[in-house]
């Protein structure tokens, strides 16, 4: 009696054994014969020519990854895209940036990654990225020197060049005549003339400098005095000023009472100066008559106190009365 199979069992186990078959070729193909690598992708504007897939990625100098992958970019053709597979681990940060580098005269070219700075988050894929991409940086020498010499050859640019240099060397061969060159020649003798003077008078020349030091500083701390004591006198004079508008407005004020108090005597200032001044002036001229009497009397009475009793003596007679 042959033995019942369990279909379900045998299906169940062939699934397994296939998953997981699938599981290790998936992981042998990520992880490649060198370890577990992340995949990553790089964008060069530059050519790479000399680069290949397999060469070598390196992170200052450090072999970290291969080349996996060299192909044009298919929505820009000016760009290549590299697929890169780099060792799990490598500090890949949002600022690293991967250069393209020539290995001596050898012309293979090598990725070398450079930043990367401790502070910078992890480099992950955006949206609408398949794969984390790493910024690119142009070679060291900024040109490759098979793009340099492309286009220096090119049926373009070296006839334009030559031509430059054509129209150059006319031009200075036009220039530097031999008028020119004796003009030339002059003017160098006289700058030779200027420095050996400035080196003869230089011990002028520092003393001079030194003075104007000097003076320099003189001036800084005549400057900062000024700068204390103009607020001081411009205080004083706005204190003045102050003063003397108050003066004036009191002076306006007084002046209004003056006008004011004339104004209501002016009918008494009238009677005085029609009245009373020609009489004061006739009372005057009265005093100074009895007042030059008494000056007369006073003198004669010095002269004779007797007179003040017995009165004036006459004068004596003359001959004959």
């Known amino acids: 009696m042959e033995p019942k199979v369990n279909y379900i069992l045998v299906g169940a186990f062939v699934a397994v054994l296939g998953a997981v078959a699938l599981f290790g070729v998936l992981w042998m193909g990520k992880a490649d014969y060198r370890g577990i690598n992340d995949r990553y992708e790089a ?20 072999d970290v990854g291969r080349v996996k992958d060299i192909a044009l970019r298919p929505d820009n053709p000016e760009e290549v895209k590299l697929t890169l597979d780099i ?41 609408g990225q398949y794969y984390p991409v790493i910024k690119t940086g142009p070679s060291p020498s900024f040109f490759r020197s098979d793009e340099a010499i492309s286009r220096l050859l090119s049926d373009q640019s070296l006839p334009h060049l030559l031509a430059n240099l054509d129209a150059l060397a006319k031009g200075a061969s036009d220039t530097l005549d031999e008028e ?57 004079i706005n204190k003045s000023a102050t003063a003397l ?16 108090v004339v104004n209501d005597n002016r009918p008494e ?15 005057v001229a009265e005093l100074r008559q009895l007042a030059g009497a008494l000056s007369r009397v006073a003198r004669d009475v010095e002269r004779e106190p007797s007179s ?5 003596t006459p004068p004596p007679k003359g001959p004959g009365e």
């Open 87 to 127: 060792a799990r681990g490598t500090p890949i940060k949002t600022d690293t940036v991967a250069v393209l580098q020539t290995q001596g005269l050898t012309g293979l070219a090598t990725i070398n990654l450079t930043g990367g700075s401790k502070d910078a988050p992890p480099l992950v894929a955006l949206e």
């Open 245 to 260: 508008n108050t003066m004036t407005e009191d002076l306006a004020q007084t002046s209004k009472a003056v006008r004011s």
């Open 43 to 62: 964008y060069f504007r530059e050519s790479v020519a000399g680069l290949s897939v397999d060469s070598t990625v390196k992170y200052r100098g450090v």
């Open 180 to 236: 020119n060159r004796a003009a030339l020649k002059r003017t160098i003798r006289d700058l030779s003339d200027v420095v050996h003077s400035v080196v003869t008078h230089k011990a002028q020349i520092e003393q001079s400098l030194n003075g104007a030091a000097r003076s320099a500083d003189n001036l800084a701390k005549l400057t900062a005095a000024l700068n204390e004591e103009v607020p001081v006198l411009l205080a004083r």
């Open 269 to 283: 200032l009238e009677q005085f100066s029609r009245h009373t001044l020609p009489e004061a002036g006739a009372l």
């Open 308 to 312: 003040l009793v017995y009165g004036k």
